[in-house]
């Protein structure tokens, strides 16, 4: 060990050994994984995570909506190098130790398709509809693509950042004129 | 004559199975049953007796929680988290507020740090005692609940003493702890530490915890009615445990001895000892007798804990208006119900662009339909109550 601080933590090199192997791109900040990997390969990657590197335990899968057009919520800060699409993400851990990874496909805004995971985890399916319900990502090839948390005839994806949030829209939100000083701070 | 005499039984047998062919029975359970925990509905297929296949059908709770995230900032997120699981709603506070702290960089002080791991535990006693006691109610034995509950109350008013609630204390604050109960502009000179005394009380309490463990010991466990309804019956192997994202008590109860306390240290967790408890079977009673030790375990976390905690402040400086960082980060912790989780992703700002909610009892209860698929429909409430999950939890 140098005196230098030595910026590569025990995780980046995991991270990266991991993206590696799998073939991928790998981000590690704050403690987090994140693999990126193509849309193609998302089944075969996930595959073989769960059967090479030990990452059996399917923990979750989500979606995540980037967009321009905010209704809700706030912005990303460089709003003219963003690109519009969706991102699936999800998670797998060893049952073993503390490994673990964020696995994340791009798709574009104008064909959200991928390919299941439910042949290879069969927790998947509900998380698959959620994203489903959610986002209207399609999941092809997964059994029973139906609606899990919206009632029948729900017409649109409540997290899209486009999706209005009513309630707001009726009244403001009381907690943004909240100017109550923390206790600390008085004096 | 005999091969006539078989064809002709052979016949007859074919005919009355052909007569008796009938159809199968769709059944709704819920959404308003006493035994589903709250608004779930089960439409189940029935042949007879046995279950032929069931759709769970969740979303009457659903609040969009991920949704109100992206409107609130960080600190108005704590108050509502905790009423994901309202069980054991500290314990779902704290991932969040670790996942903020790192993304922000503020280092909660270590007293700080000790005061949530032993409310963290507290919870797990509430939440596991919750369980021990009404999963007897739900197979037909209603005296185990009032023992139980008698003590639990005793762990619900330490924590009321501390954080001001019995069930949603919002005590988390981003860099530490809030100063104490009703620590308010009158009252902060005199509490800005924890109440004078609580820590003996929490021993006492622990002591009563113990005896209703042994209680529970003596009443379910041996009991031969609760091994008849149990032993056997809902069996979930490891494999099919870990492939539907089951995790705590459930995952362990198959024989994978999986603990988040064991791996994930934003909690001082590697300072104290304890077991982690599994099973062998996977079954109802295996389900039951985990969670029942893991008292006995959270009890002696609890105990090593307040010889443990080190004086000092209870909150790192943090700034009023919290401008987070861009990052994404994802914390788990380990819920009495298993993995709890938040994958916050940061674009600066005082709120999130999405906040990722991985709530325990919606993976947990995603195997039903496998696990319910030929059981019989008496063994259903016990199959169900054995997996011990929150609507809330569910549906976020």
Same mark, same amino acid.
């Given at each position: 060990?140098?005196?230098?601080?030595? $910026?590569?933590?025990?995780?980046?090199?995991?991270?990266?050994?991991?993206?590696?192997?799998?073939?991928?791109?790998?981000?590690?900040?704050?403690?987090?994984?994140?693999? #990126?990997?193509?849309?193609?390969?998302?089944?075969?990657?996930?595959?073989?995570?769960?059967?090479?590197?030990?990452?059996?335990?399917?923990?979750? &899968?989500?979606? %995540?909506?980037?967009?321009?057009?905010?209704?809700?919520?706030?912005?990303?800060?460089?709003?003219?190098?963003?690109? =519009?699409?969706?991102?699936?993400?999800?998670?797998?851990?060893?049952?073993?130790?503390?490994?673990?990874?964020?696995?994340?496909?791009?798709?574009?805004?104008?064909?959200?398709?991928?390919?299941?995971?439910?042949?290879?985890?069969?927790?998947?399916?509900?998380?698959?509809?959620?994203?489903?319900?959610?986002?209207?990502?399609?999941?092809?090839?997964?059994?029973?693509?139906?609606?899990? #948390?919206?009632?029948?005839?729900?017409?649109?994806?409540?997290?899209?950042?486009?999706?209005?949030?009513?309630?707001?829209?009726?009244?403001?939100?009381?907690?943004?004129?909240?100017?109550?000083?923390?206790? =600390?701070?008085?004096? | 004559?005999?091969?006539? #005499?078989?064809?002709?039984?052979?016949?007859?047998?074919?005919?009355?199975?052909?007569?008796?062919?009938?159809?199968?029975?769709?059944?709704?359970?819920?959404?308003?049953?006493?035994?589903?925990?709250?608004?779930?509905?089960?439409?189940?297929?029935?042949?007879?007796?046995?279950?032929?296949?069931? =759709?769970?059908?969740?979303?009457?709770?659903?609040?969009?929680? =991920?949704?109100?995230?992206?409107?609130?900032?960080?600190?108005?997120?704590? $108050?509502?988290?905790?009423?994901?699981?309202?069980?054991?709603?500290?314990?779902?506070?704290?991932?969040?507020?670790?996942?903020?702290?790192?993304?922000?960089?503020?280092?909660?002080?270590?007293?700080?740090?000790? %005061?949530? &791991?032993?409310?963290?535990?507290?919870?797990?006693?509430?939440?596991?005692?919750?369980?021990?006691?009404? #999963?007897?109610?739900?197979?037909?034995?209603?005296?185990?609940?009032?023992?139980?509950?008698?003590?639990?109350?005793?762990?619900?008013?330490?924590?009321?003493?501390?954080?001001?609630?019995?069930?949603?204390?919002?005590?988390?604050?981003?860099?530490? %702890?809030?100063?104490? $109960?009703?620590?308010?502009?009158?009252?902060?000179?005199?509490?800005?530490?924890?109440?004078?005394?609580?820590?003996?009380?929490?021993?006492?309490?622990?002591?009563?915890?113990?005896?209703?463990?042994?209680?529970?010991?003596?009443?379910?466990?041996?009991?031969?009615?609760?091994?008849?309804?149990?032993?056997?019956?809902?069996?979930?192997?490891?494999?099919?445990?870990?492939?539907?994202?089951?995790?705590?008590?459930?995952?362990?109860?198959?024989?994978?001895?999986?603990?988040?306390?064991?791996?994930?240290?934003?909690?001082?967790?590697?300072?104290?000892?304890?077991?982690? %408890?599994?099973?062998?079977?996977?079954?109802?009673?295996?389900?039951?007798?985990?969670?029942? !030790?893991?008292?006995?375990?959270?009890?002696?976390?609890?105990? !090593?804990?307040?010889?443990?905690?080190?004086?000092?402040?209870?909150?790192?400086?943090?700034?009023?208006?919290?401008?987070?960082?861009?990052?994404?980060?994802?914390?788990?912790?380990?819920?009495?119900?298993?993995?709890?989780?938040?994958?916050?992703?940061?674009?600066?700002?005082?709120?999130?662009?999405?906040?990722?909610?991985?709530?325990?009892?919606?993976?947990?209860?995603?195997?039903?339909?496998?696990?319910?698929?030929?059981?019989?429909?008496?063994?259903?409430?016990?199959?169900?109550?054995?997996?011990?999950?929150?609507?809330?939890?569910?549906?976020?």
């Amino acid at each position: 060990m140098n005196d230098q601080p030595d $910026a590569t933590t025990a995780l980046d090199v995991y991270g990266t050994g991991l993206a590696e192997r799998l073939g991928g791109r790998a981000v590690v900040e704050h403690d987090t994984v994140r693999i #990126y990997i193509d849309r193609s390969d998302w089944v075969e990657t996930l595959r073989r995570a769960r059967d090479e590197e030990g990452l059996a335990f399917f923990s979750w &899968l989500a979606g %995540i909506d980037w967009s321009k057009d905010v209704e809700v919520g706030d912005t990303v800060e460089d709003l003219d190098d963003l690109e =519009e699409r969706f991102e699936v993400m999800c998670r797998l851990s060893s049952i073993e130790n503390a490994d673990g990874a964020q696995f994340i496909a791009e798709l574009p805004k104008d064909d959200p398709v991928i390919d299941s995971i439910t042949s290879l985890f069969g927790g998947a399916e509900w998380h698959e509809r959620e994203a489903h319900d959610m986002f209207g990502i399609e999941f092809a090839g997964n059994p029973n693509l139906t609606p899990i #948390y919206l009632p029948e005839g729900f017409i649109g994806h409540p997290l899209l950042k486009s999706y209005p949030l009513l309630a707001r829209e009726v009244k403001p939100w009381p907690g943004a004129v909240d100017v109550e000083d923390m206790p =600390e701070e008085e004096s | 004559m005999s091969t006539d #005499y078989e064809a002709l039984m052979h016949r007859s047998e074919v005919a009355v199975s052909v007569e008796l062919q009938t159809q199968d029975m769709t059944l709704n359970i819920g959404p308003q049953h006493p035994s589903t925990h709250g608004v779930l509905r089960l439409v189940a297929n029935v042949d007879g007796e046995r279950i032929t296949g069931v =759709e769970p059908a969740i979303g009457y709770m659903h609040r969009g929680y =991920e949704k109100l995230a992206e409107v609130r900032t960080y600190a108005q997120m704590t $108050a509502l988290v905790n009423r994901i699981d309202w069980v054991s709603g500290f314990a779902s506070e704290v991932p969040f507020i670790v996942g903020v702290e790192k993304l922000t960089g503020i280092e909660p002080p270590p007293r700080a740090q000790w %005061i949530r &791991l032993i409310l963290t535990e507290l919870f797990r006693i509430s939440s596991h005692i919750v369980f021990t006691s009404s #999963y007897p109610l739900e197979l037909g034995g209603v005296t185990p609940l009032f023992h139980a509950l008698r003590e639990r109350e005793r762990v619900l008013e330490i924590i009321e003493a501390m954080t001001g609630g019995r069930f949603h204390p919002n005590f988390n604050r981003v860099g530490g %702890i809030k100063p104490a $109960a009703g620590g308010g502009k009158t009252q902060k000179q005199v509490s800005m530490d924890i109440p004078e005394g609580w820590l003996e009380d929490v021993k006492a309490a622990m002591e009563r915890v113990l005896q209703a463990t042994d209680d529970s010991d003596t009443l379910v466990t041996g009991n031969e009615l609760i091994k008849q309804r149990t032993v056997g019956v809902g069996c979930i192997p490891a494999d099919k445990a870990i492939e539907y994202g089951l995790s705590g008590p459930n995952l362990r109860a198959s024989g994978v001895a999986y603990d988040l306390r064991k791996h994930e240290f934003h909690l001082p967790y590697d300072q104290v000892e304890f077991d982690v %408890i599994s099973g062998q079977d996977g079954d109802c009673y295996d389900r039951y007798w985990v969670r029942l !030790q893991e008292i006995r375990e959270s009890v002696k976390i609890v105990l !090593q804990a307040i010889d443990k905690i080190p004086a000092g402040p209870l909150r790192a400086k943090a700034p009023r208006v919290l401008k987070v960082p861009k990052g994404q980060v994802y914390v788990r912790g380990e819920n009495p119900k298993g993995e709890f989780g938040y994958y916050i992703i940061s674009e600066g700002g005082q709120k999130p662009y999405r906040l990722k909610i991985r709530s325990t009892s919606f993976s947990n209860l995603s195997i039903l339909p496998w696990v319910l698929k030929g059981a019989l429909v008496p063994d259903l409430v016990a199959i169900m109550g054995s997996l011990d999950f929150v609507l809330g939890d569910v549906d976020r």
